[in-house]
């Protein structure tokens, strides 16, 4: 299933990279948006 996902490890760690761990952080308050937000950070502990 992880294999089944169109982005690779070097797109995960630019987002990661991209968004700071405070952004995150705000954004998981958020309920729509926690569920955009949830699927990089995931994925790249999967990998």
């Known amino acids: 299933m992880r294999r089944a996902r169109p982005f690779s490890y070097s797109s995960t760690n ?11 952080v705000s954004t ?3 309920g729509a ?3 955009v937000t949830q699927p990089v950070p995931t994925a790249a502990a999967a990998s």
């Open 14 to 24: 630019k987002a990661r990279n991209a968004f700071p761990v405070s952004a995150l």
């Open 33 to 35: 948006t926690n569920k």
């Open 28 to 30: 998981r308050r958020g």
